[in-house]
């Protein structure tokens, strides 16, 4: 009897550092349906703990699907309306394709690493 193996993907990876008004969600793994969860977490306006500028490092996210767009679409309109803003760092170029294929990266700014974010 052969028995058929479930693919489950690695769990989402988020972890979020603040330094002064600027908060770095660092993630890995991939963002889809089943893993966005964390992520929306982390991107929550009370876990921003008022902080309105936001870089989500990237370079570790092996794939991402509509849900990851959902989240970062989100994310950017409630920290543009509170004067800050979104950032992504590090967008694998896999990922890159999916933002610029839908205009997200036309949006919400894309720099080749956090210390570009961070600076710009």
């Known amino acids: 009897m052969e028995s058929e193996k479930a693919y489950r993907p690695h769990p ?8 002064g008004g ?20 982390a991107l929550a306006p009370d876990r921003l703990a008022g902080r309105s500028c936001v870089i989500v ?4 996210v092996s794939f991402m699907d509509s849900s990851g767009i959902n989240a970062f679409l989100a994310t950017h309109r ?19 394709r999916t933002l610029r294929r839908v205009g997200v990266d036309a949006v919400i700014p894309c720099y ?4 570009e974010a961070l600076a710009a």
């Open 22 to 41: 600027i908060v770095v969600v660092t993630v890995s793994g991939a963002i889809d349906h089943a893993s966005v969860g964390p992520l929306v977490q």
């Open 57 to 60: 490092d990237m370079q570790h």
């Open 78 to 96: 409630d920290l543009t309306r509170a004067g800050g803003w979104l950032r992504l760092a590090g967008v694998p170029d896999s990922v890159r």
């Open 12 to 19: 989402l990876e988020v972890a979020s550092t603040a330094s």
């Open 112 to 115: 080749p690493g956090l210390r």
